[in-house]
């Protein structure tokens, strides 16, 4: 079979690959859309933290099942996504049922080979029907698990006043269902294009640009009181350190991007808000139902959040063409 396989640093190849034997319990996937994130663009840039080379990269996927074993739910052609979170079941945050946070966890083209190839065997716990999405649809379930896991964190209420920092994928996605919540959202970033194209092509009307005016327009925003919940996604220390000024007193903090290094926060702002601070790591089973379910429903803009679609084969040339025009760049999905 055909895989795209990042051997280097800046160096991603095309390489017959052998096909996977399914164990037990597994479910053959044959991919045909791969959708495309930072954890990709970073992988290939060599500023990855917890990767070994060579790797086959790829963990926003959907495919059609090609085998499953018997008595699986799951039969051949049938159109599915894959969960790429695969945990160990056995450590403490397994047993306190949140696999997202396994302490052993295994992300496919991370820990482990992922789905820039043709075929791909996973755990059948892993494979999420798909049925009744489009291909790249299914594609962008992940990344929008991880947004629908960080506002179930925050337990918003109708009417919250959000801050979003970040108009990322993640950041967008956080920002989409804290909408769906009910939540008034103002989305902030550094890069004026993309705030342009959340407000003319997603429907963020409330968006401001990260310069140093934005505390005194997020103040203007709130009549002073900031923000109930405020949503980190930038993976930016210096942000991250910032974002605890805009949180409201009695306020909620989310940080859901990673950055390496060490996080600094001034005690007393924190504690006179009295402030909730939360991490928000991956996605669980039941973001992706959520995902998939809004996205029947018709109220995720798919099409507007697929930027760029291209043949798998051209990964080698597209992925440098990518970084280098990021602030155009929204969602990529390459296609077997």
Partial sequence: MKAVICAKPFQLGIVDYPAPQPAEGEILVRIRRIGLCGTDYHIFSGRHPF??????MGHELAGEVESA??????????????NPYLPCGACIACRKGKPNACANVQVLGVHIDGGMCELLAVPE????????LTLDQ?????????GAHAVARARLRPGDRVLVLGAGPIGIATGLFA????????????????????????????????????????????????????????????SMGQSLTHVCHGGTLVFVGVAPGDLVLSDPEFHKRETTLLASRNARTEDFERVI???RAGQIPSEALQTHG?????????????????DHVLKAIASF
């Fill in 125 to 132: 716990q892993a494979v999420l029907d798909a049925t009744g």
């Fill in 138 to 146: 299914a594609a962008m379930l992940e990344f929008l698990a991880i």
């Fill in 293 to 295: 379910a809004a996205m």
């Fill in 51 to 56: 990767l070994v080379y060579p790797r086959v």
């Fill in 179 to 238: 909408r769906q919540d009910g939540a008034v959202v103002t989305l902030a970033d550094m890069r004026q294009t993309r705030l342009d194209y959340a407000r003319a092509q997603l429907g963020f009307d409330d968006v401001v640009a990260v310069d140093a005016e934005l505390a005194a327009a997020l103040a203007r925003r709130t009549r002073g009181e900031m923000f109930d919940a405020v949503f980190d996604a930038t993976g930016s220390l210096e």
């Fill in 69 to 82: 074993p018997p008595g699986s739910s799951f039969r051949r052609g049938q159109q599915v996504a894959i």
């Fill in 310 to 326: 291209f043949p798998a084969e051209e990964l080698p040339e597209r992925i440098p063409q990518l970084i280098a025009d990021a």
